[in-house]
């Protein structure tokens, strides 16, 4: 663990953490919980309005799929992971704090 100036430890923020918080909001939110999917005809489609993690070199980001094609929307991104699951118990708050409002 990592250890902060004050002497408190920071928790190490993990992939599966930042997943896990994203597969809340798609189910707060009615989002569909899979990326893509395989249609009848054997085809595969993006699955519209879901959110997922994208990262890559040390950069990480909550997508959107806007398109049947895949096309994304960035949500909130981070250079660390640590930022951007910050940034998306942000995003959790205020989805609670709608949902009791």
């Not at 663990?1 to 190490?12: F, L, N, P």
């Not at 918080?21 to 699955?47: C, F, H, V």
Request: proline share 1%; charged share 25%.
């Amino acid at each position: 663990m990592e250890t902060r100036e004050t002497g408190e430890t920071m928790e190490r923020i993990t992939r599966l953490m930042l997943i896990k918080r994203i597969d809340w909001i798609n189910e707060t939110l009615g989002q569909p919980a899979e990326t893509w999917t395989k249609r009848k005809d054997g085809t595969i489609s993006a699955m519209i309005g879901n959110m997922h993690l994208a990262s890559s070199l040390q950069h990480y980001a909550c997508e959107q799929i806007v398109n049947d094609g895949g096309g994304v929307a960035v949500i909130v991104s981070d250079n660390t992971q640590r930022g951007l699951f910050n940034q998306l118990c942000a995003f959790h708050k205020g989805l609670t704090f709608k949902k009791t409002a």
